[in-house]
């Protein structure tokens, strides 16, 4: 196995997005959204400002529809030029790059003489960009907040804003900066919804946005940790305000697959849930999946009729190499997204089953042999034998109860 193949394997449900750094992640996560057509316009972030990228998620959603690029944050790195030249984006009210956030004007400078027409959208810090943002989207009934002070526990909506277009406002544990309140207030009817446990946005906030009259519902989607938020927004769904991926029931689901410490290589792949195959965020480890997720996907998974395999299947895009997410995590994401194994492991337990039912029906001609010309004597002996005829024992709960041998077989 050459180097390549070593450090971005394949399995038969997994699909691996492996880069040097998170500005390659970006060209790359383009290139597979965007090969056979071309984007209305291309979003530009600071590769190190996560703020500023999670709160331009809701721009890739339409009309506007756009690739998210990142590039330095005092000049416009040349490959990322390269994959803008190569989307050659058509324009959105004649706009073709917007540039996100902390972005010097040379970028824009740059870009201009490159015959892009630009716009720059920016506040004085993150907060204000995010307030500008949900201005330019206009048309919504759902607003997201998230903390600004910690990512951990926001960083997933980013996925339902690309996927959506509802824009994120961020907040402090304990305050609303004015712009952010300014916004909130200015809508018509609008419903809430906070991603976070009480750790990062306390309840006196919560119990504040509840208050204002123009505010319709107030929901938190928390959890004890990152991993478990990640999931009951995925499960979450409220079907009267159309919010939330409501991926809690059996099917063929897709999942990307991302960890905290590599925020930027998690937002450049929100195109994965604007396009394709539509994908929430799930939260994993490098060597490890935390059991929440583990749970969560076996809950979720097709149940295979027997016979021959038939759609639905499930799928998983992992965000780095192996240097990122290990192999070893990459197999078990495997065996968790699988339908073959759920097949092999009920083949193998029917198996099983079959062989103890030829058990029991030698252990019964061996009696007949043994017994032969003793019948009276044995009548009256009472078998205790875990073949017992007609009765298998099954463990459930670290106890048995006997069953019928044609309850299972």
């Known amino acids: 196995m050459n180097d390549a193949l070593k450090s971005c394997p394949f399995t038969l ?11 390659d992640t970006s060209i790359e996560i383009s290139k597979i959204g965007f090969n056979n057509m071309k984007p209305n316009a291309v979003i530009l972030v600071n590769k190190d400002e996560v703020f500023d990228g999670i709160a331009a998620t809701s721009l890739v959603h339409f009309p506007i529809n756009a690739s998210l690029l990142f590039t330095d944050g005092n000049s416009l790195n040349e490959k990322t030029l390269g994959e803008i030249e190569r989307l050659s984006p058509k324009g959105y009210n004649g706009v073709q790059v917007i540039l996100v956030g902390n972005i010097s004007k040379n970028v824009s400078f740059v870009l201009n003489d490159h015959g892009y027409r630009t ?25 997201l907040i998230i903390s600004g002070e910690d990512y951990s526990e926001g960083i997933i909506t980013g996925y339902w804003s690309a996927h959506h277009g509802d824009p994120i406002l961020f907040l402090q544990r304990n305050r609303i900066p004015n712009c952010t309140i300014d916004i909130i207030k200015k809508m018509n009817d609008i419903n809430i919804y906070i991603i976070g446990s009480t750790k990062t946005i306390s309840k006196d906030v919560e119990y504040y946005l509840s208050g204002l009259d123009n505010v319709k519902k107030v929901d938190r989607i928390g959890g004890e940790n990152p991993y478990e938020i990640a999931v009951n927004f995925s499960r979450y769904n409220d079907t009267k305000t159309d919010f939330g991926w409501g991926r809690n029931y059996r099917g063929g689901h897709a999942f990307t697959f991302g960890q905290l410490n590599e925020p930027m290589k998690i937002i450049a792949s929100v195109v994965f849930a604007h396009m394709g195959k539509h994908t929430p965020l799930l939260l994993i480890e490098k060597d490890k999946i935390p059991e929440v ?43 968790m997204l699988s339908i073959d194994q759920h097949m092999m492991d009920n083949e193998n337990m029917e198996g099983m089953t079959g062989k103890m039912k030829d058990n029991v029906m030698n ?47």
Request: proline share 4%.
């Open 119 to 143: 716009k720059h959208i920016s506040g004085r810090n993150y907060y204000e960009t995010a307030c500008i943002i949900s201005r330019i989207r206009k048309e919504f009934n759902n607003i």
């Open 363 to 409: 252990a019964d001609k061996e009696n007949m042999i043994i017994n032969n010309g003793m019948q009276d004597m044995n009548e009256n002996i009472k078998h205790d034998s875990i073949y017992d005829k007609d009765y298998i024992f099954e463990w459930r709960n670290l106890g048995y109860r006997k069953v019928n041998v044609d309850e299972i077989l």
């Open 293 to 335: 997720v583990n749970r969560y996907i076996n809950l979720i998974k097709p149940i295979q009729p027997k016979g021959m395999p038939k759609p639905p299947f499930m799928h998983g895009f992992i965000l780095g190499d192996v240097s990122n997410i290990s192999y070893k995590a990459q197999k078990m994401i495997e065996g």
């Open 13 to 23: 449900n997994t699909t691996r997005i492996c880069a040097d750094d998170e500005l």
